[in-house]
């Protein structure tokens, strides 16, 4: 029952901290059409999700409670794959292919390579 406790309040803490920045400052970021506040948030969850594994692979952080708490409740509501989706397939629907290749593998690259960041900077 404490897990499930820990994964709903970082589940809760994720997907507000993502709806503000979605709705903010990153919201009238828009380059050729590409929905940056999206693409950003993916990005900055992989860099917080790899720095919380190298944490947690070099014992650093050994706590359990934690790792659900960061990585199975805030980063799992924080990221947007869905969402993500959801705008790759308007891009679609709009036929703007150029753009939405270049909109995926942004979010592919910048989400993998923030991710291994995150990890050499936590180990």
């Known amino acids: 029952m404490l897990n499930l406790t820990i994964i709903a309040i970082g589940g809760a ?3 507000l901290f993502r709806y503000y920045l979605s709705n903010t400052f990153l919201k009238n970021i828009i380059f050729f059409d590409i929905p940056f506040a999206i693409l950003a948030i993916n ?12 944490l947690y692979t070099s014992n650093i ?3 359990d ?19 993500f989706a959801w705008e790759a397939i ?3 629907q709009n036929e703007m292919y150029i753009k939405l290749v270049i909109y995926c593998l942004a979010s592919i690259i910048l ?13």
């Open 65 to 83: 409670n934690l790792k659900v708490f960061a990585l199975t409740g805030f980063l799992a509501a924080f990221t947007t794959f869905s969402t």
């Open 111 to 123: 989400s993998v390579s923030f991710c291994l960041l995150g990890y050499v900077i936590g180990k």
């Open 13 to 15: 803490l994720g997907s």
């Open 90 to 92: 308007v891009l679609f």
């Open 43 to 54: 990005a900055l969850g992989s860099l917080f999700f790899g720095f919380v594994m190298g």
């Open 61 to 63: 952080v050994v706590s």
